[in-house]
């Protein structure tokens, strides 16, 4: 239990104050994820096989969604998934849960299209941390109106038997007239 807690605070430290949840019985510890991260680059810098990996994934399960392949959805995400879903109020613990929402949202509002508008994935040996600002359209079940939805998101991925799989997730929708996005320099 202490190594959870321990890997649980710096994951909370990682994702900027804006994730809490765990990656599960296991995951590595932080000094052993540190020691099995490639020599190549600084620590957390993710790898372009990595990287582009982790993407297709998420790309993946957006396209589920948008399908509406709920048994596709489901392999996407790992049996201990830990996380919060847009409004969410409490913690959402175990695929089952992650997977009775995503069930309320296929049927309130079928996706038609998604756009990743900017991407960062970190990557610790067997953890990655992935932040992300997309779009989703869907159509209203009620009224058939065409919406878009503006995500924020953060995503923790966890590496089992050499591939890429999601262990929790934190998507906040944000308000449309939110300010554009802006980087150092830009």
Partial sequence: MTQKRAVLALV???GGGVL???VGPASLSLAQTQANAPA?????QAGEADRVAILEHIDGIFQACIRQDREAIRR???EDWTGFRGQSRGIMRGREAYMKDVENGLKSFPGIR???LDSEV????DIAVVYYVATYTGRAAVGGEERTNLLRTV???RREAGEW????SNVSPLNPNAPALTRPGD
Avoid: M, R, W
């Fill in 40 to 44: 190549a680059g600084p620590p957390g």
């Fill in 114 to 116: 998604y756009e990743i």
């Fill in 20 to 22: 809490i949840g765990h």
């Fill in 122 to 125: 970190q990557v610790y040996g």
């Fill in 12 to 14: 909370f430290v990682f």
């Fill in 155 to 157: 995503d923790i991925y």
């Fill in 76 to 78: 996407t995400h790992t």
């Fill in 165 to 168: 799989i999601q262990a929790g």
